[in-house]
């Protein structure tokens, strides 16, 4: 049975913690704000693009002058992941969600005899899959001094991962991040990136277009771009997923700490009544046997 | 005079939205006025001033680094890598966009690039030049 005075300070310390919980859900609250309007406004950008090289991408037949990004390198054996986490923890399941679904998916496809490798964004992805894929992990690209995430940002990433492709180091990559989808439900998604995934435009394939520079010329300089807006995007997702996150994990904290001080207030009040009855008891039973 | 409808679109927001009279390109093999019912054309563009006129004789210019426009039936579609409106244009704005550019002219070895670039400082300084009047 603990003394009163360690009941005491269990509650100030649960209560400590309490505020601090608080102030952090307070604080994911108004950072997601701002989080979400980044994240919804890159997204016109995004589909404008999608749009255009779905056009574009139509009127391209497959042949040997196809950009490799467009048409891969004819094999599957190396897979790039790249693996977007947040930088720090005390979100929820966040982190360990999508570090799960890359080790899935790098596990399956080392089951299949393929080379992994890996980038990792973030330092708490790293964390959880250098344990198992140390040897796989080629790089690690840190945002943390990042304050505002910026198309810069997206773009170095971009610029990292095309250097790999032609210099034929991988064959395949996949992007590993976390769609927002509300604050509550945040998604995991694994999105193949290159060669890149165009859904065809079947209606705008009839429309003649001029082209300026020339079709495959055009085709060239935007394919890097879509994997920047793509990586960028994700970024964004990230963000705000990882804010919405917090928020709820934070939420939780906060309740779970409100129950443990009732229930502890309880218990310490039910033991001081008990001594109080306990020492009366004495005084009476004492002056009784007088 | 014939409207059409003009999205700019950067990375970060939709810039501007709303039918115009016409818009100036800067496209890389030249500048290009686009009017209502321009056949379809896509085309690639450079660093550069793109000029809105949504009635006549009142334009909005915005500069522009690096994009690509979209002409269709329905429209014009710009999505610029990185956009600033000329009134938040500031000296010191330019001469980072000026330095990034001689960055890349330094780094690269493709005339095609270091062409580009150099062309991009030129602009890049007559804007600067103008801006201090």
Do not use: W
Not at chain 1, 205 to 222: K, Q
């Amino acid at each position: 049975m603990p003394s009163l005075k360690d009941l005491r300070n269990r509650i100030a310390s649960v209560k400590a913690t309490q505020k601090i919980t608080k102030a952090m859900q307070m604080v994911a609250a108004a950072k997601l704000r701002r989080a979400q309007t980044a994240a919804e406004a890159a997204r016109p950008y995004a589909e404008r693009m999608a749009v255009v090289l779905g056009n574009i991408a139509s009127g391209v037949t497959m042949g040997p002058e196809t950009p490799r990004l467009l048409a891969g390198t004819g094999s599957d054996r190396v897979h790039l992941l790249v693996v977007c986490t947040a930088e720090r923890g005390l979100c929820g399941a966040f982190n360990s969600s999508i570090a799960r679904l890359a080790r899935d998916h790098a596990n399956r496809l080392m089951a299949d005899g393929k080379t992994v490798k890996m980038i990792c964004v973030g330092k708490k992805g790293y964390d959880v899959l250098r344990r198992q894929f140390s040897e796989q992990i080629i790089d690690l690209i840190d945002l943390r001094s990042v304050r505002q995430l910026g198309f810069e940002q997206g773009d170095m990433i971009a610029q990292k991962v095309l250097a790999l492709y032609d210099q034929g180091e991988f064959d395949v990559a996949t992007l590993f991040y976390s769609r927002f989808r509300s604050v509550i439900a945040q998604i995991p998604t694994a999105q193949q990136i290159i060669p890149a995934q165009i859904e065809a435009q079947g209606v705008a394939a009839d429309s003649v277009y001029d082209y300026e520079p020339d079709e495959g010329e055009i085709l060239a300089t935007l394919l890097p771009r879509n994997l920047t807006i793509q990586i960028f995007r994700a970024l964004l997702e990230n963000a705000a997923s990882e804010q919405g996150a917090r928020m709820s994990a934070m939420d939780n904290a906060t309740r779970n700490a409100g129950e443990m001080i009732k229930k502890q207030t309880m218990t310490y009040n039910r033991s001081r009544q008990a001594m109080i009855t306990k020492e009366l008891i004495e005084i009476i039973s004492g002056a009784e046997a007088l | 005079m014939a409207n059409f409808n003009f999205e700019l679109v950067s990375p970060e927001s939709v810039l501007f939205s709303g039918m115009v009279d016409a818009v100036i390109l800067p496209a890389t093999e030249g500048e290009m006025t686009v009017l209502a019912g321009h056949a379809p054309t896509m085309t690639t563009l450079k660093t550069g001033f793109l000029v809105i006129t949504d009635s006549p004789g009142n334009g909005k210019r915005i500069l522009i680094r690096g994009g690509f426009a979209d002409i269709n039936p329905t429209g014009l579609t710009v999505l610029a890598e990185r956009a600033l409106p000329a009134e938040e244009l500031t000296q010191e704005i330019l001469d980072k966009e000026i330095l990034h550019a001689q960055m890349v002219y330094d780094a690269t070895n493709d005339p095609v690039a270091k062409h580009a670039a150099e062309s991009a400082v030129v602009q890049l300084e007559d804007a600067k030049v103008a801006l201090s009047y």
